[in-house]
């Protein structure tokens, strides 16, 4: 059974880093495009960044273009995501998700695989 584990989320001070994993395990998920998405609570779900299985491209939203980078490692079938520049309103439940999404790759309901989530705070 596919499945998506994220670890490396925690407690931060603005302006602090840190960096996501994402270990999938159960399928190989080539071809696949992965994502990370976070939800703050009372907000809905939203795309982070995103990218395709040959990394020929990557996708930011606007709220953390310039301050997070996502990559992968397909070869480990591991997704990463550095975070630096860390503010409050980063905090949220960050999720991985992987799915065959085409060009709809910032739709929630493209990603048939999620995993759990993490917990990032951002606070002093």
């Known amino acids: 059974q596919a499945q998506l584990v994220e670890s490396g989320g925690g407690l931060v001070q603005p302006g602090g880093s840190l960096r996501l994993s994402c270990a999938a395990s159960?399928?190989?998920?080539?071809?696949?495009?992965k994502a990370w998405f976070r939800q703050a609570p009372g907000k809905e779900r939203e795309l982070v960044a995103a990218?395709?299985?040959?990394?020929?491209?990557?996708h930011y939203s606007d709220a953390v273009k310039g301050r997070f980078t996502i990559s992968r490692n397909n070869a480990d079938n591991i997704l990463y995501l550095q975070m630096n520049s860390l503010k409050p309103e980063d905090t949220a439940t960050y999720f991985c998700?992987?799915?065959?999404?085409?060009?709809?790759?910032?739709?929630?309901?493209?990603?048939?695989?999620w995993g759990q989530g993490t917990q990032v705070t951002v606070s002093s």
């Open positions: 159960g399928r190989t998920f080539k071809g696949y495009t």
């Open positions: 998700a992987a799915g065959l999404t085409g060009q709809s790759y910032n739709t929630a309901s493209a990603y048939p695989y």
């Open positions: 990218i395709p299985f040959s990394g020929s491209f990557t």
